[in-house]
Each structure stands twice: as C-alpha cells, then as structure tokens.
C-alpha cells in the first residue's frame, strides 16, 4: 500500500503492515461459538486445558462410540462404561495427540482397544439388538417369516460369537460403521493387509453360518 505522501513503502513494510496470521489455536473464540468449531481445532485446544472445547467433542462423538462399543460387547451398561474410561484416556493423552488422524478416528481407537482387552478378558454374546437383521426376508410379512427371520437373527448373533474379537472388530467397524480399511488399520493398529486378512474369515465364517437361512 502507498502512503498518502506519495512515498513508496520501505523493503519490509508490507510484513509488517499485514503480519503473520496467528495459528488456529490463537484464534480468539467467544463461548457461544465453540460448539460451531472443527474437531481438529478443539482437539488443539482441549490439549491446551480448554473444558468447554472438550466437551463440545464428548457430545459430538458420545453416541456413534456408545453404538460401536453396544455392537462390540453386547451391553449398553458395558458400553458407557468403556466410553466413559475411553474419554478420560483421551484427556489424559489429548497433548500426545498428533492428528495424523481424525479426532473422531482416534477416539474410535481408544474404544476399539477397551472393547478388545474386556472382550479377551471375557468373551460374550451378542443380543439380537445388538445384530443387524438379515435381508433374506420382509419383515413386515407373515408371522412364519417374521419367526424365521427371528431365527436367522440369532443365528447370526452367535456366528458373530464365534469370531476372534479381533475379526468380530473389523467387521463391525466395517459393515456396521462403514468405516474404510485404511481407517480399520489405524484403529486396530495393524496394517490394511491384516484388516483385509481378518474380514475375508470372519465374512466367510459368517457365510458359513447363514447358509441354512437363505
């Protein structure tokens, strides 16, 4: 910019007439507004003690973690608590975050790992509530159907029963949560080979198992 004396700027003068922006965490935000922030820019600033920011991502992400620790262990009382611990990990170890993921894929981590060490401490059934219903039959019909889809149902929990935890992992955090292998591998921390390796078993074993019912 030119100065109203006609004079050209000295060398410099630009930098310093428009400094550097500050970084996203620099960014001053009011209350009222936190709730409308990316996850990333909380994560920055939960790291940095914020509670407001850090409970604006437990409401965020509290009901997609309750439903994938509700299909790993069967229990909505197992699935709180997990979550719950899982949050207080995550506190604990937001300055250690390094975003080489998502917020929302990390904590998908945590969870998995809690729901993996109960589930190898103690296997469990899976409720029907829990399995998503087979496809082979309307629901709405008869009652005949509607028992034989029942039937299937519970077929399919024990099936799901019968998986390694790890493979039971992989194929809910696949088929129910529609998550992508590569993001599998990093909330399972193995490599997209192995995520690929235990869905091919468990989606066979599962084939297996349903092939009565179709």
């Given at each position: 910019?030119?100065?109203?004396?006609?004079?050209?700027?000295?060398?410099?003068?630009?930098?310093?007439?428009?400094?550097?922006?500050?970084?996203?965490?620099?960014?001053?935000?009011?209350?009222?507004?936190?709730?409308?922030?990316?996850?990333?820019?909380?994560?920055?600033?939960?790291?940095?003690?914020?509670?407001?920011?850090?409970?604006?991502?437990?409401?965020?992400?509290?009901?997609?973690?309750?439903?994938?620790?509700?299909?790993?262990?069967?229990?909505?009382?197992?699935?709180?608590?997990?979550?719950?611990?899982?949050?207080?990990?995550?506190?604990?170890q937001l300055p250690e975050f390094r975003h080489d993921a998502s917020f929302g894929t990390w904590m998908?981590?945590?969870?998995?790992?809690?729901?993996?060490?109960?589930?190898?401490?103690?296997?469990?059934?899976?409720?029907?509530?829990?399995?998503?219903?087979?496809?082979?039959?309307?629901?709405?019909?008869?009652?005949?159907?509607?028992?034989?889809?029942?039937?299937?149902?519970?077929?399919?929990?024990?099936?799901?029963?019968?998986?390694?935890?790890?493979?039971?992992?992989?194929?809910?955090?696949?088929?129910?949560?529609?998550?992508?292998?590569?993001?599998?591998?990093?909330?399972?921390?193995?490599?997209?080979?192995?995520?690929?390796?235990?869905?091919?078993?468990?989606?066979?074993?599962?084939?297996?198992?349903?092939?009565?019912?179709?």
């Open positions: 910019m030119r100065d109203r004396t006609g004079h050209p700027p000295p060398p410099g003068a630009d930098h310093l007439q428009h400094p550097a922006p500050p970084s996203l965490a620099e960014v001053p935000v009011s209350r009222n507004n936190v709730a409308e922030l990316p996850d990333r820019l909380l994560a920055v600033r939960a790291a940095e003690g914020d509670d407001d920011a850090f409970a604006v991502l437990v409401r965020r992400h509290t009901s997609r973690l309750l439903a994938l620790a509700h299909h790993l262990l069967g229990s909505q009382a197992d699935a709180e608590d997990a979550v719950q611990e899982a949050f207080l990990a995550a506190w604990r998908y981590r945590i969870v998995t790992n809690r729901c993996l060490n109960i589930l190898r401490r103690a296997p469990r059934a899976l409720p029907l509530d829990t399995v998503p219903e087979p496809t082979a039959h309307d629901p709405g019909s008869s009652p005949p159907c509607v028992a034989e889809t029942d039937a299937a149902t519970a077929a399919l929990a024990q099936a799901l029963h019968k998986l390694s935890p790890e493979q039971r992992a992989c194929w809910v955090l696949r088929e129910l949560h529609g998550l992508h292998y590569e993001e599998i591998a990093h909330v399972t921390g193995t490599s997209e080979q192995t995520v690929r390796g235990r869905l091919f078993r468990a989606r066979h074993a599962l084939q297996e198992a349903m092939r009565p019912w179709r």
